[in-house]
């Protein structure tokens, strides 16, 4: 920390790296509460389908389905999440309020019974949808418009989300598989408690970022927005318990990958819908039009590329456990530490992929064809499981396997899904770019679910059919982002 910056008046100004001292506050905030997901991510699935050391004994389906509902929640809830930072309590309350939502979600799920369970998944990916996108948008908010330090500072804020992502699964792993699964529970509200602590000692350095402003500030448009948002609340309400009372008096009967289904199928054609009214008729010219039409494609891409990456918490994560040796001398260590690869992998690539980018200039491979790598790169890792997959009738497989397949996926999610982000923001028209980045962040939604509902068909199948059906569709998806590079670039049109 460089404490020798100076204001214009001369008094002496703290900094964080030569970035404003907010910039800290946020970035432990924001790695705590990435120790808390990713270490309580990685017990979600083994807790639930364990049957001997107080698990949930959910077969594999179910489980699979639990999981991809919470994880589309996380991400679809950040769109509410947002609506509400922006037209109720700004961003800098929402950080604070979700993530005392997070914490009091994790303890719930400390608490060994299954009341509390679904009530604590339902506090984090609530909590979550409230923090996630609006530490995001505080840290954009640190910086002036024409701040030169900005990008290199949303760069410290990424390596801090990573590395909470590493620290969890390390911990929470280690003390829910080997010692009790609800005290791993109970670690990841430790680490959400440590990011509110410190947030909340540290948000005087924020210096107003964050906060309403402009009209929505006003008394009479908060108002109005409240008025909104109980309205919702109440539309919502009410929709959850007729569901509730026609399945108890047993006219409809709902199961969890029933839900999971329709969920994915209502999303799948509400998008189709949504993009179809906005290229008909909120788009002004043929140059949005192309420009929408290119973030629709993107869309798709980017769902068909999390509904594999994303495995990594389900299908692979009880690859790790059943499948694969985890012996070292005669010490087993726990399946979740594997998910530790990819976080580590992110920090060590993402700089020389950066640089790569860069150091290609004009050669710089266009928009469709980047994600036709990441797609090829996704279908490339799950080859390797597949393969892997061949000889665990013989036994336990090396955990090679699947390190090697997170290389894959990391170089893949390095390739599509910062470019995803950048290019969203300049295909948009302006009016539209908060609807727009929405979507992007709808399609990992979608993404996340389906993982979680193709985890599920190891019940029925092999892990080497799963994997191997992964492979294909991902290698054929890329393929079609390749053979359509060309007409991507005229949609993207001069948009690079």
Request: one cysteine or more; charged letters at 10%; glycine letters at 12%.
């Amino acid at each position: 920390m460089d404490p020798s910056q100076t204001s214009g008046g001369g008094r002496r100004q703290q900094t964080f790296f030569g970035h404003p001292r907010g910039l800290s506050t946020l970035f432990f905030t924001e790695m705590w509460e990435r120790f808390s997901y990713y270490g309580m991510r990685a017990l979600l699935v083994l807790f639930m389908i364990d049957t001997a050391r107080g698990g949930m004994g959910m077969g594999t389906a179910e489980a699979g389905a639990v999981y991809g509902l919470y994880t589309f929640a996380v991400y679809a809830l950040a769109l509410p999440g947002g609506w509400v930072a922006d037209r109720l309590i700004g961003q800098r309350r929402a950080v604070l309020v979700g993530g005392i939502i997070i914490a009091a979600g994790h303890y719930a799920l400390a608490v060994p019974a299954e009341l509390t369970f679904y009530v604590g998944l339902a506090l984090v990916a609530i909590g979550t949808g409230l923090l996630k996108p609006n530490v995001s948008a505080v840290v954009g908010d640190l910086y002036s418009g024409d701040d030169a330090r900005r990008d290199a500072g949303f760069t410290i804020f990424y390596m801090g989300i990573n590395v909470g992502a590493f620290l969890g699964p390390g911990i929470c792993s280690f003390l829910g598989e080997k010692v009790d699964w609800h005290l791993g529970f109970g670690a990841a509200g430790v680490g959400m408690t440590f990011a509110v602590l410190q947030y909340v000692l540290g948000r005087r350095h924020l210096a107003g970022a964050g906060e309403l402003k402009g009209d929505a500030a006003s008394l009479q448009a908060r108002a109005r927005s409240r008025g909104l948002f109980l309205r919702g609340l109440g539309v919502a309400a009410a929709a959850t318990l007729a569901l509730a009372a026609l399945t108890s008096v047993g006219l409809l009967t709902l199961t969890v990958e029933a839900v999971a289904r329709t969920v994915s199928l209502s999303i799948s054609i509400l998008a189709v819908l949504y993009f179809s009214y906005v290229i008909l008729f909120a788009c002004r010219d043929s140059l949005e039009r192309r420009r929408v039409g290119l973030i629709f494609v993107l869309f798709i891409g980017a769902a068909i590329f999390w509904s594999g990456f994303e495995q990594a918490g389900s299908s692979m994560n009880l690859f790790a456990k059943e499948h694969t040796d985890l012996m070292i001398l005669s010490w087993e260590f726990p399946a979740g530490w594997l998910q530790q690869v990819n976080p580590l992998l992110i920090v060590m690539l993402a700089p020389l992929m950066g640089m790569l980018w860069v150091g290609l200039g004009s050669r710089n491979p266009s928009l469709g064809v980047k994600f036709a790598f990441a797609l090829a790169l996704l279908g490339a890792g799950f080859f390797v499981m597949a393969w892997g997959s061949q000889y665990v009738a013989a036994g336990k497989v090396s955990p090679v396997w699947l390190v090697t397949t997170y290389f894959f996926h990391t170089v893949g999610e390095l390739c599509l899904s910062p470019v995803g982000l950048s290019s969203i923001t300049k295909l948009s028209p302006t009016r539209l770019v908060g609807q727009m980045m929405g979507t992007w962040f709808m399609g990992a939604a979608l993404g996340n679910l389906i993982a979680g509902l193709m985890a599920g068909r190891l019940e029925t199948m092999t892990a080497e059919e799963l994997f191997f059906s992964v492979a294909v569709t991902s290698v054929v998806a890329g393929a079609v982002f390749l053979i359509c590079a060309r007409p991507i670039r005229w949609l993207a049109a001069g948009v690079k």
